[in-house]
């Protein structure tokens, strides 16, 4: 009994995983892996925390002159909302603003992702 509750647990956790890597090619032809990703917490917006991570860095693999294989990637627009008031984002004013329905799960999880690689910094 306890094995099957402990596979349930595992089942339903790894359902909650969203992630993702960057597959390139590079100059030389070699296939590669990077930016492996992974988020953990509300499906609906983890699932944009990946796609910007992952066009993040597919852009910044483009620039070091290797290729994408999903070119898709290069097409998002990353851009993100103003924080209003003139404040900083973070994770806490991000996650207020999405529960009072003043984000969208999209909006949300690219600030996540912007805040996560440290963009907000800049």
Known sequence: MRF??????????SACV??????YITSDGEHKTA?????????????????????????KVVEKGHKVVDESLL???????????????????????HEDKKLSDKEYGYIIAYVDLG???N
């Open 4 to 13: 099957l509750f402990s596979l349930s647990l595992i089942l339903v956790l």
């Open 18 to 23: 969203t992630q993702g890597k960057l597959e």
């Open 35 to 59: 930016c492996e990703t992974e988020y953990t917490w509300q499906p609906s917006v983890d699932k944009y925390a990946v796609e910007y991570i992952l066009s993040y860095c597919a852009k």
């Open 75 to 97: 097409t998002m627009d990353l851009s993100i909302p103003l924080p209003p008031n003139g404040q900083s984002w973070t994770f806490e004013y991000a996650k207020e603003l």
């Open 119 to 121: 963009l907000n910094k």
